[in-house]
């Protein structure tokens, strides 16, 4: 794997809107999909959620957590590891307040359970595919060739 641009890696999560969000819960791995909001200066992930919610509990116990994007049509994952902080900054729901928020919270930005998930990240991972046509043209010349298929290109940025 070679460490590749920042650029790239925003790039690839540019017009993403839902990420998967795998916390621990007691020793499991638990996932689940949420919308965020990246800042490409401090590389920081924001995501809006509830200050009573089970997440909270979780990243309370242990903040490290993982964020996962896919765009499966395109042959592009992402994945991002870090640490995750809990916060009720008043300028940081502000910032990351969308109009479907509303619909969560009854109290809009001032409600008393609004709170940011943010993601400190670490480590970033992505792969990205080829099309169908060549993705097929690699199968099957390493098939022919008995050599493991090289269908994807894969980096590593640390952030």
Same mark, same amino acid.
């Given at each position: 794997?070679?460490e590749?641009? !920042?650029?790239?890696? #925003? @790039?690839?999560?540019?017009?993403? %809107?839902?990420? !998967?969000l795998?916390? @621990?819960?007691?020793?499991?791995?638990?996932?689940?999909? !949420? *919308? #965020?909001?990246?800042?490409? *200066?401090? &590389?920081?992930?924001?995501l809006?959620?509830?200050?009573?919610?089970?997440? /909270?509990?979780?990243? $309370? /116990?242990?903040p490290?957590?993982?964020l996962? #994007?896919? %765009?499966?049509?395109?042959?592009?994952f992402?994945?991002?590891?870090?640490?995750a902080?809990?916060?009720?900054? &008043?300028?940081l729901?502000?910032?990351?307040?969308? =109009?479907? /928020?509303?619909?969560?919270?009854?109290?809009g930005?001032?409600?008393?359970?609004? $709170?940011?998930?943010?993601?400190?990240?670490?480590? *970033?991972?992505?792969?990205? *595919? &080829?099309?169908?046509?060549? @993705?097929?043209?690699?199968?099957?010349?390493?098939? @022919? /060739?008995?050599? =493991?298929p090289?269908?994807?290109?894969n980096?590593?940025?640390?952030?």
């Amino acid at each position: 794997m070679s460490e590749a641009p !920042m650029e790239e890696f #925003f @790039r690839l999560i540019d017009d993403i %809107r839902t990420c !998967m969000l795998t916390t @621990r819960d007691e020793g499991r791995l638990r996932s689940r999909p !949420m *919308g #965020f909001s990246f800042d490409r *200066g401090t &590389h920081e992930f924001h995501l809006l959620t509830r200050k009573s919610s089970h997440k /909270a509990e979780e990243l $309370a /116990a242990n903040p490290g957590v993982n964020l996962a #994007f896919a %765009r499966p049509d395109r042959h592009e994952f992402v994945s991002v590891s870090g640490q995750a902080y809990l916060t009720t900054d &008043h300028r940081l729901i502000e910032a990351v307040w969308t =109009e479907d /928020a509303d619909a969560w919270f009854k109290g809009g930005k001032e409600d008393p359970e609004a $709170a940011v998930i943010r993601v400190v990240p670490s480590l *970033g991972e992505y792969w990205h *595919g &080829h099309n169908q046509l060549i @993705r097929h043209w690699n199968l099957i010349r390493a098939k @022919r /060739a008995g050599e =493991e298929p090289h269908l994807q290109e894969n980096s590593q940025v640390t952030l």
